[in-house]
């Protein structure tokens, strides 16, 4: 069974930082692309950055460019969410997300339970 | 940018009764198109993708249609468990893939 546990949400003040990993299990994780998508309690979805099975390929939605970074480790089954410069819009429940195969396909095939970032002061 | 319109925002629906989504691209995406589900309080589930493939699991009831512009996912007798927000999403042109801003099918 496919699992998928973020962790490393919490609050935090405009302009810090914040990483965010997500442990996966149950699969062969470097044969797949990963994402993370962001919600808005209450509010839609939003993509935020993918990155494929050999880090090949790294994409992020204009809104974070420069102040985030998506990396894995193939070694630990782990990917990560590096976010500085932190604004009161990116507060969002935050998905680790994996994709239908190796590439940044875009298809979200399996969700994680989410880690809740709130930025404010 | 495409973006992803969803309609209805909200669909009142009877235990048994048919359900029509609708969502449109602002441009075409080919058969490029998801479909998810998510309940309160849990993570979205994926429903369809390629348009008209259903997901792991995912009952004879729902199936997709559509392509180019205009999609469609329909769930032919409504159950109790369905009543939930369902997204559609575009994979065909991005970064960014785009998600629609949700329909809510709700108990009539």
């Known amino acids: 069974e496919v699992q998928l546990v973020e962790s490393g949400g919490g609050l935090v003040e405009p302009g810090r930082s914040l990483r965010l990993s997500c442990a996966a299990s149950?699969?062969?994780?470097?044969?797949?692309?990963m994402h993370w998508v962001r919600q808005v309690p209450g509010k839609g979805l939003e993509w935020v950055s993918g990155i494929s099975w050999n880090s090949g390929t790294i994409a992020y939605v204009d809104s974070v460019k420069g102040r985030f970074s998506i990396s894995r480790d193939d070694a630990k089954n782990s990917l990560s969410l590096q976010m500085n410069s932190l604004r009161a819009d990116d507060t969002a429940l935050y998905y680790c997300?994996?994709?239908?195969?190796?590439?940044?396909?875009?298809?979200?095939?399996?969700w994680g339970q989410g880690t809740l970032v709130t930025v404010s002061s | 940018e495409i973006v992803m319109t969803q309609s209805p925002a909200t669909l009142a629906v009877s235990p048994g009764e048919r359900a029509t989504l609708s969502c449109r691209a602002s441009?075409?995406?080919?058969?490029?198109v998801a479909w998810y589900q998510q309940k309160p309080g849990q993570a979205p589930r994926l429903l369809m993708f390629g348009a008209a493939t259903r997901g792991t699991g995912v009952p004879a009831r729902f199936s997709g249609t559509g392509s180019g512009t205009k999609f469609t996912l329909t769930i032919s007798s409504l159950q109790s468990e369905d009543f939930a927000f369902y997204y559609c999403?575009?994979?065909?042109?991005?970064?960014?893939?785009?998600f629609g801003q949700g329909t809510k099918v709700e108990l009539k």
């Open positions: 999403q575009q994979y065909n042109n991005w970064p960014p893939s785009t």
């Open positions: 997300v994996k994709d239908f195969g190796p590439m940044v396909r875009g298809i979200f095939y399996s």
């Open positions: 149950g699969f062969t994780f470097d044969d797949y692309a």
């Open positions: 441009q075409s995406v080919g058969s490029d």
